[in-house]
């Protein structure tokens, strides 16, 4: 079972997998979305990506060509999430702004990692499986743990 929404953009020989939920996003060419993922209205995936199983890609997340994302990588969009306005009624749209996030060309990150709303991975940047990523990395950087630091620089 697939659900992608009329307003899904998909580039040319995309890999689709099954039980995703697509809606109001763009795919680049030549990529290739594992099962159970969703991506969210206003994402943006590049070509020659990998979208590994169980992952998440909300709202407001820029993912450019060439980028390995692995099982169950979690992005957020919103710093600070509640259920309710201060009135108490469920929140809307309107009452909290989408945070961008950007995950450059080249860029691989590992699987269960999760990415906080706000953050740029650099270009060919590595971020080590489980890692919380809560501030930028570097291009050519590994980073890893929980809040993610610099292991080493790749080049």
Known sequence: MKNI????TLGQDVYLGDFINLYGCRIGANTKVGPFV?????????????IQSHSFIC????IEDDVFI????????DRY?????ASGMLQTEADWQVIPTTIKKGASIGSNATILCGVTVGEGAIVGA??????????DTIVAGNPAKMIRKLR
């Open 38 to 50: 969703e991506i969210q209205k206003g994402s943006a995936v590049g070509m020659n990506c990998k």
């Open 81 to 85: 999430p509640r259920a309710v306005s």
């Open 130 to 139: 489980g890692s919380v990523v809560t501030k930028d990395v570097p291009p």
């Open 59 to 62: 709202e407001g997340v820029t």
């Open 70 to 77: 692995g099982h169950g990588v979690m992005f957020t969009n």
């Open 5 to 8: 929404a009329s307003t899904v």
